[in-house]
């Protein structure tokens, strides 16, 4: 049984249909990016993984279990964590605060009257962990605002992974960076990735951040897929090539 399904899933915005009876399958342990040109249906995508959109038909299915229709808090319980491509930060808040905030999110004691120094001191050591995975060990104790743009790309995947997510979804982690923040950015997920047994949804218009990271790559196109399967076969897609990489050989 895949960890998420999406079956044929859609998404209509009056005439305009966003996400086109799409079927897509992220296994555990999978890192599956999503590519497709600007308006393929991406983003849509995910807000209808996430209930952040209810769709127009189809459903998506995580663990074996319905999820559509849920709130959005409720799916988030379910094990599914994001980011966004624009940073979803608390600007005020240290670093480390931020990330504590994001672990007892998923803490069940977080509502308690008694028992609050134990989420505390547990959400704190989550916290530094994430922090550790992502490199931003040295900036724990500074205000998010002051992060740079890339620091700042970094603490938001912290604040999904000290979730303790089954599945991470990750839109657009590398957009704004520049190409040193880029490379640096890639090779900390490339580490987080290496460790197994995190599965991650993936959508990135640098197609050699993709191509590093991703196992396999579904391409959208005016929002039906167009290609499915591993990096080398999708690059090698003349539809794809034509759709997206600008028919380049």
């Given at each position: ?64 279990e319905n999820l559509t229709g ?84 970094l603490l938001e995947v912290a ?11 990750l839109d657009e982690p590398t ?75």
């Amino acid at each position: 049984m895949p960890l998420l399904e999406c079956k044929r899933l859609t998404r209509r915005f009056g005439a305009l249909v966003a996400v086109d009876t799409v079927d897509m399958t992220v296994e555990s342990g999978e890192i599956r990016a999503v590519i497709g040109p600007n308006g393929a249906g991406k983003s849509t995508l995910f807000n209808l993984i996430t209930s952040v959109l209810q769709p127009s038909a189809g459903e998506v299915m995580f663990g074996g279990e319905n999820l559509t229709g849920l709130p959005v808090y409720a799916v988030a319980q379910k094990g599914i964590a994001r980011t966004f491509q624009l940073c979803h930060v608390f600007p005020a808040l240290t670093a480390r605060e931020n990330v504590r905030i994001a672990a007892q999110a998923r803490d069940q004691r977080r509502w308690r009257l008694l028992g609050g120094g134990r989420v505390l001191s547990q959400s704190t050591a989550i916290a530094d962990e994430a922090l550790e995975h992502m490199r931003l060990t040295r900036v724990a104790d500074t205000p998010a605002a002051l992060l740079s743009h890339g620091d700042q790309r970094l603490l938001e995947v912290a604040m999904a992974i000290a979730q303790k997510p089954r599945l991470l979804m990750l839109d657009e982690p590398t957009q704004g960076l520049s190409l040193e923040e880029t490379e640096r950015a890639v090779q900390i997920l490339k580490g987080l990735l290496q460790g197994g047994g995190l599965s991650v949804l993936l959508i990135e218009h640098d197609m050699e951040v993709v191509f590093t990271l991703a196992d396999t790559i579904t391409v959208l196109h005016r929002g039906r897929v167009i290609a499915d399967g591993p990096p080398g076969a999708v690059k090698a897609d003349a539809e794809v090539r034509r759709a997206y990489l600008g028919g380049a050989e």
